[in-house]
Nanobody, 128 residues
Framework: QVLLMESGGDSVQAGGSLKLSCKADNDPYGMEMYSMGWFRRAPGKEREGVAVIDTNGVTAYSESVKDRFTISKDILKNTLSLQMTNLKFEDTGTYYC????????????????????WGAGTQVTVSS
C-alpha cells in the first residue's frame, strides 16, 4: 500500500508562512489515481479536514483556511504540498497527509475525512 511521509512542519510566528510536503512511496498506481488531502488535529480537539484535491484536480478547503492555504499535487515528483500563508495561532496542530482511491467529490472527501492511507503527521506551531 502507498506510504505517506510528511515534512515541513515548524514553529512560526503568526502571520508567517510554511510549506508542508508529503511524499508518496511504494505506490503501484501513480498519484493521479488518488484523491489526497491534508487534515489536522489541534491539541485537545478532533481531527478536521484542511484541504483536499481530487483526481480531477478539483480542490476543497475548510472555511478557516480558505484564501490562506493552497493544496497542490506534483504527480511527477509523487508529492502533495500545502502552502500556508498568514498563519494564525489556531492553525497550530499536527498535520496529516492522506490519500484514497475511493470516488467522491473533494467537498465530500474533506467533510467526512474519507481517506484510507495516512501519514504519521508533522507538527506546526504558530505563536501569537
Amino acid at each position: 500500500q502507498v506510504l505517506l511521509m510528511e515534512s515541513g512542519g515548524d514553529s512560526v510566528q503568526a502571520g508567517g508562512s510554511l510549506k508542508l510536503s508529503c511524499k508518496a512511496d511504494n505506490d503501484p498506481y501513480g498519484m493521479e489515481m488518488y484523491s489526497m488531502g491534508w487534515f489536522r488535529r489541534a491539541p485537545g480537539k478532533e481531527r478536521e479536514g484542511v484541504a483536499v484535491i481530487d483526481t480531477n484536480g478539483v480542490t476543497a478547503y475548510s472555511e478557516s483556511v480558505k484564501d490562506r492555504f493552497t493544496i497542490s499535487k506534483d504527480i511527477l515528483k509523487n508529492t502533495l504540498s500545502l502552502q500556508m500563508t498568514n498563519l494564525k495561532f489556531e492553525d497550530t496542530g499536527t498535520y496529516y497527509c492522506a490519500a484514497t482511491m475511493r470516488a467522491g467529490s473533494a467537498d465530500i472527501l474533506l467533510r467526512y475525512s474519507v481517506m484510507d492511507h495516512w501519514g504519521a503527521g508533522t507538527q506546526v506551531t504558530v505563536s501569537s
